[in-house]
Nanobody, 122 residues
Framework: EVQLVESGGGLVQPGGSLTLSCAAS????????MSWVRQVPGKGLEWLAR????????HYADSVKGRFTISRDNAKNTLYLQLNGLKTDDTAMYYC???????????????RGPGTQVTVSS
């Protein structure tokens, strides 16, 4: 059974930084691409970034390009998202998601964790 558990969220001031982690289990982490997505209450999921199974390929949404960095440690079965230059508009629940293969765009049906809340406020 696929299990994804996000952590690292919290309250941060505008301009601040956070590092989110996603601990993966129940599948062979190193052969699947992964994504980060977020959701604001009342709105749909917003895809943020994806990474291929090796960690060599990354792709970002325009809204976070240059501010967020996705990475992974296959030895630790862990996915990361470094958030820098946070804005109030970045306030959302953040989820990691497992891709169906090595390199794929996020789809609503992809497995996700329960999420970690990021709140950006002064």
């Amino acid at each position: 059974e696929v299990q994804l558990v996000e952590s690292g969220g919290g309250l941060v001031q505008p301009g601040g930084s956070l590092t989110l982690s996603c601990a993966a289990s129940g599948f062979i982490f190193r052969i699947y691409g992964m994504s980060w997505v977020r959701q604001v209450p009342g709105k749909g999921l917003e895809w943020l970034a994806r990474i291929d199974n090796s960690g060599k390929l990354t792709h970002y949404a325009d809204s976070v390009k240059g501010r967020f960095t996705i990475s992974r440690d296959n030895a630790k079965n862990t996915l990361y998202l470094q958030l820098n230059g946070l804005k109030t508009d970045d306030t959302a629940m953040y989820y990691c998601a497992k891709s169906p293969h090595q390199w794929a765009m996020f789809a609503d049906g992809d497995s996700r964790g329960p999420g970690t809340q990021v709140t950006v406020s002064s």
